[in-house]
């Protein structure tokens, strides 16, 4: 393929998109587990784009499905029923909770929506609003999902927040029971928090949180935006605990590249909302729908959930001797293909650094821990250069010859 860029992206990017992200690279194609920058040099990618491309850039049945659906068409609007929509919400129902969805175009935006579905079902049972929210999580950009944030340099400049969380100590169940008041309608987790440094949640603590709402009459919450779909080796993370949230929501993986979000509610949650209560105009859009079937089928057919969670006790291993190896090492966390890489220092951004000149992708945590975030259906190939790419780097920062 030669379709070279002509053009700096780096340069148009810096020069006309408000300075939001801190980028380094230009990626032009990718190919499975590979990106290209404009020289047609390749990275091995262990983001995933941020853990949205699960199934690896490019992937056939997705590309198939995406065509298909935008020569059929691209837009109807939610003024009209569309079949791959009716179909997502179909394997949703499937794969969920039993219940109804509401889709939209991101993880921000449905947690937007888990909110409101809280409040309205608050208002309605005892004129309850509030959500707990724990320390160190990530719920969004928006101003209700910052405010649902537990870091506050996302929240930093633009308060007032919204009103209406409160928060405890993730893993610590006396303090969510402390922080339940007479106004709470729902406890909010992520059963592993990625962007808070990729960390999950204990047993005891996943099951008390269930216990809890059960005897107080609150909605158990989760976030499965980041350690939904497959990434920690069972399609939501929840299954790890035996427990079902009432309501979760899903967008990154969802849509196999595409801009998707879903609110996947229980059978009890499933009617709270009426006509006109929340909308979206591009929400579930037919061609991000057809790609979402479109990676549930692979999922289905190449066992790819099992894969992630054989691959991700393998890679666990081998970054374990990283540990071993050297004193700058804390511990690996997390779960399946989400793992964290912790250091003793701050010294997450020199790491990447080193990680992306040998040719491999990685992201941050915060600012001492390096997440690895790779396609689900890595190969042996892939995860065996990866791990040999990781030694190289730690040996530049931290070997014996490291300045
Ligand atoms: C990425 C992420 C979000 C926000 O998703 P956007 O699509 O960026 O709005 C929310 N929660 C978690 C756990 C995430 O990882």
């Known amino acids: ?3 070279e860029t002509t053009e700096d992206a780096a340069a148009l990017c810096s020069d006309y998109q408000m ?54 068409i691209v837009h109807t609007s939610n003024l009209f029923y569309s079949e791959p929509v009716g179909r997502l919400a179909r394997k949703l129902h499937e794969v969920g909770l039993g219940g109804k969805c509401f889709l939209c175009n991101s993880g921000a935006e449905a947690n937007e929506a888990m909110i409101k579905l809280a409040r309205l079902w608050g208002s309605r049972n005892g004129g309850r609003y509030e959500v707990v929210c724990m320390r160190n999580s990530f719920h969004g950009r ?46 909010l987790i992520e059963c592993v928090q990625g962007e808070g440094g990729v960390v999950p949640a204990t047993d005891e603590f996943v099951k008390g949180v269930r216990a809890l709402c059960d005897e107080k009459g609150l909605l158990m919450l989760c976030d499965e935006i980041q350690c939904g779909m497959g990434r920690t080796g069972k399609l939501w993370a929840f299954e790890h605990y035996g427990v079902k949230p009432d309501a979760f929501t899903s967008a990154k993986a969802l849509g196999g590249g595409l801009p998707l979000g879903a609110l996947v509610a ?20 037919p061609v991000a729908c057809a790609a979402s079937l479109a990676v549930f089928k692979v999922y289905e057919e190449e ?6 969670a054989e691959y ?10 990283f540990v071993e190896k050297y004193d700058q090492l804390l511990e690996v966390r997390g779960m ?11 010294r997450a951004g020199e790491l990447l650094d080193e990680l992306r000149n040998g040719g491999l992708l990685a ?27 990781i030694g190289d780097a730690l040996d530049i920062l931290f070997g014996d010859d490291a300045g």
């Open 1 to 3: 393929m030669s379709n």
């Open 19 to 72: 300075n939001t992200y801190a980028r380094t690279a230009t990626i032009v194609r990718g190919k499975g587990s590979r990106v290209f920058n404009p020289k047609g040099n390749q990275y091995l990618d262990f983001t995933s784009g941020i853990s949205v491309v699960n199934l690896g850039h490019a992937h056939p049945a997705v590309v198939e499905a995406i065509k298909a659906q935008a020569e059929t």
């Open 142 to 187: 928006t101003l209700a999902t910052l405010s649902a944030t537990g870091q506050s340099k996302v929240q930093k400049g633009f308060e007032p927040l919204m009103p209406g969380f409160a928060f405890a100590t993730f893993n610590d169940l006396e303090s969510v029971k402390a922080a339940v008041t007479d106004k709470t309608a729902a406890v």
């Open 266 to 285: 229980s059978p009890a949650l499933s009617d709270v909302f009426g006509p006109g209560d929340h909308g979206s105009t591009f929400g579930g859009n």
């Open 303 to 308: 066992k790819v959930v099992e894969h992630a």
């Open 312 to 321: 991700g006790e393998l890679f666990r291993r081998g970054l374990r001797q």
């Open 336 to 346: 399946g293909l989400l793992l964290g890489l912790v250091l003793k220092e701050p």
């Open 363 to 389: 992201c941050k945590a915060g600012d001492s821990v390096v997440r690895f975030l790779p396609p689900l259906n890595l190969t042996d190939a892939d995860l065996e250069e990866g791990l040999e790419m």
